[in-house]
């Protein structure tokens, strides 16, 4: 019987078929619109808060100077709008030694100008990760979490990252 009933409406199981499916899709969310700040501006906003970072603690680990000249060469590279050929010192730099958190936060940085803010962000986790949790490079860390969260509008991110930039200061004693 119910054979009969569908070669006399041959197009109801594709109709219901078709119903089905369309009542289990639903729009993809909607991304959240980045803001307009340009990549060097995020960038001079971290650099910025490591500058402006006035801690105590300021640790310089011992450094390969190989790795130094290749952040140096990254650095001019870096000023002269030569991204491709920065990040490739870097990358050399960080093959060399992959847990150097100063490194890792140049990186970082050069990440977003060159507009991948994913590696950016996870990156400066990285570098805060291995490094001292205090200071200037913390503060730079942090500061490019803040840059990357306010980028796509998580102001609740952002707000988080930025009272860890404040934690990066340690004050000095009091002395009267």
């Not at 109709?15 to 307009?36: D, F």
């Not at 050399?92 to 150097?100: E, G, I, Q, T, Y």
């Not at 860390?141 to 102001?155: L, Y």
Request: hydrophobic fraction near 40%; charged fraction near 20%; glycine fraction near 6%.
């Amino acid at each position: 019987m119910l054979f009969r009933s569908l070669r006399a409406f041959p197009l109801v199981p594709a109709v219901a078929a078709g119903v089905l499916l369309a009542a289990c899709s639903q729009p993809a969310p909607e991304a959240p619109k980045p803001t307009g700040k340009s990549n060097a501006a995020m960038v001079a906003e971290i650099q910025a808060a490591g500058q402006r970072d006035k801690s105590v603690i300021n640790v310089h680990p011992l450094v390969d100077p190989g790795i130094t000249a290749l952040q140096d060469g990254a650095h001019n590279d870096e000023r002269n709008g030569q991204y491709d050929a920065a990040a490739a010192k870097l990358d050399m730099a960080l093959k060399r030694n992959p847990d150097s958190p100063d490194v890792l936060q140049d990186r970082a940085e050069l990440a977003i100008y060159m507009g991948n803010y994913d590696l950016a962000e996870k990156l400066a986790h990285q570098s805060w990760s291995l490094g001292s949790k205090q200071g200037p490079l913390c503060a730079r860390n942090w500061q490019t979490v803040v840059e990357m969260r306010q980028r796509v509008n998580d102001t609740a991110g952002a707000a988080t990252a930025s009272k860890s930039v404040d934690d990066c200061r340690e004050a000095g004693i009091q002395r009267f």
